[in-house]
């Protein structure tokens, strides 16, 4: 079993930068692949970024690549996005989410537990 808090979420202005941050209880996080995903209202979910239990693969949504940076630390049971020129159109809440059956997934449905998530706004 895994429980995800995440935070780091907040106002920013657009071009600007924010980390956010998901903690993982329990001792099987450094056995589960993670992932960020995030909605906007009345938006579909989408897949942001995912990471395996070691940290030694990730995987991006094409559109994000080169401004979010997923990684972790397994000693302290926690996985970070790290998000730079951010756009008004990254307006979301983000969630993290972990799987403890695949060790890395760019799919929704594969996550089979999820954080309470974060709202992120981004102003123009």
């Known amino acids: 079993q895994v429980q995800l808090v995440e935070s780091g979420g907040g106002l920013v202005q657009a071009g600007g930068s924010l980390r956010l941050s998901c903690v993982a209880s329990?001792?099987?996080?450094?056995?589960?692949?993670m992932g960020w995903l995030r909605q906007a209202p009345g938006k579909e979910r989408e897949f942001v970024a995912a990471?395996?239990?070691?940290?030694?693969?990730?995987y991006y949504a094409d559109s994000l690549k080169g401004r979010f940076t997923i990684s972790r630390d397994n000693a302290k049971n926690t996985v970070y996005l790290a998000m730079n020129s951010l756009k008004p159109e990254d307006t979301a809440v983000y969630y993290c989410?972990?799987?403890?059956?695949?060790?890395?997934?760019?799919?929704?449905?594969?996550?089979?537990?999820w954080g309470q998530g974060t709202q992120v706004t981004v102003s123009s």
């Open positions: 989410a972990a799987t403890d059956f695949l060790s890395i997934s760019r799919g929704s449905d594969d996550y089979n537990y």
């Open positions: 329990g001792r099987t996080f450094s056995r589960s692949a």
């Open positions: 990471i395996s239990w070691s940290g030694g693969s990730t």
